[in-house]
């Protein structure tokens, strides 16, 4: 157990959906990454939270957002569902602002399945 | 813009050690790291290089040279766990920009 939890670990739904993923952070870490996987893809960065604000993004779509509570939790909201959004959904805490020694900690991912 | 460039397959024998190389453009670098993913599990974090040089840890070790923008992961001693997709990373701002992945097959 890394200490990063995501929910649901898995979540098949249909096109045009939408769908809510969480995270909760390790204990002590207060920035949240989210990642996207596809199958035999290389991991694509879609936005980073530090400390409950907007860091980063990179490349999110618009039908896709993101918040970080006060609690340091994160969820990922995917709408208008397509196929092409099947994938896996890591999300990744670290303590810092910006990765360094330690570098990420990932959870344990959400395969999100669109049909 | 930012990217890097990784072999996508690297194949040796239990026992042997193997070198999985890295080199990447960016407009600004602020470490390089490397990460294990096992199919279907979580990438984990193996080391970071922020400075020229090589790091050791265990049977992995990586170099980094900045001035070739070149890096790379040497595992020794391979065991058939080592079977996994390996991914470089390098610092942009504030997250993490990570390569295609070498996938790594280690034969008994």
């Known amino acids: 157990d890394s200490g990063v939890t995501q929910t649901p670990k898995h979540l098949i739904t249909a096109t045009g959906q939408r769908v809510t993923l969480r995270c909760s952070p390790r204990?002590?870490?207060?920035?949240v990454y989210w990642y996207q996987q596809s199958l035999d893809q290389g991991l694509q960065f879609l936005i980073h939270?530090?400390?409950?604000?907007?860091?980063a993004k990179g490349n999110i779509l618009e039908r896709f957002s993101a918040q970080q509570f006060p609690d340091l939790h994160s969820e990922l909201n995917l709408s208008s569902l397509e196929l092409g959004d099947s994938a896996l959904y890591f999300c990744?805490?670290?303590?810092?602002?910006?990765?360094?020694?330690?570098?990420?900690?990932f959870g344990s991912g959400t395969r999100l399945t669109v049909v | 813009g930012q990217s890097l460039e990784q072999p996508s397959e690297v194949t040796a024998v239990e026992g042997a050690i193997v070198q999985i190389n890295c080199t990447y453009q960016t407009s600004g670098f602020y470490g390089l790291s490397w990460y294990q993913q096992h199919d279907g599990g979580a990438p984990t974090f193996l080391s970071y290089n922020a400075l020229d040089g090589l790091e050791e840890t265990g049977r992995f070790s990586s170099f980094l040279s900045r001035s070739d923008s070149y890096g790379y992961l040497l595992l020794q001693e391979l065991q058939m766990k080592d079977s996994a997709s390996y991914f470089c990373?390098?610092?942009?701002?504030?997250?993490?920009?990570f390569g295609p992945g070498t996938r790594l097959s280690v034969l008994p």
């Open positions: 990373a390098h610092n942009y701002g504030q997250n993490f920009v």
């Open positions: 990744a805490s670290s303590v810092d602002e910006a990765p360094t020694f330690y570098g990420y900690t």
């Open positions: 204990s002590g870490d207060l920035s």
């Open positions: 939270y530090y400390n409950g604000e907007e860091r």
